[in-house]
């Protein structure tokens, strides 16, 4: 017998799974959310929240699967597309991890990391 079926066979371990699960599923998936902005794995942990809820709650598992389809989706389309075109899109994903990167320092910190770097290639 399975750890999480002696868990569920008795009415107080099947509420303290549920709510056990719950919690730490939600705080990853909050987690994940919070750091989506920034580079970094955000989608990933977002994901690893849901994966954890999936463990108990079945919209949960419905999320994860749609998810992992529209996924798959994406990286099949990416992978039949030319060389350029391909090379076009990281390049975007660049940028925006780059616009991403200069607005959190800047907001947070109050650093021009762009204007630093003017700077600093004019000293050269």
Not at 15 to 35: E, M, P, R
Not at 54 to 69: D, P
């Amino acid at each position: 017998m399975r750890v999480l079926d002696r868990i569920r066979s008795n009415s107080t371990g099947r509420l303290a799974l549920k709510v056990g699960v719950g919690i730490v599923g939600g705080l990853v998936v909050a987690i994940g959310i919070i750091l989506i902005p920034f580079p970094g794995p955000g989608w990933a942990i977002v994901i690893l929240g849901l994966a954890i809820l999936a463990i108990e709650f079945h919209w949960a598992r419905g999320v994860l699967a749609f998810t992992k389809r529209h996924v798959q989706s994406w990286t099949h389309w990416i992978a039949r597309q030319s060389l350029p075109l391909r090379a076009l899109i990281g390049l975007v994903g660049m940028v925006f991890i780059s616009a991403v990167v200069w607005a959190s320092v800047k907001i947070s910190l109050h650093i021009d990391l762009f204007q630093i770097s003017l700077d600093w290639l004019r000293a050269r």
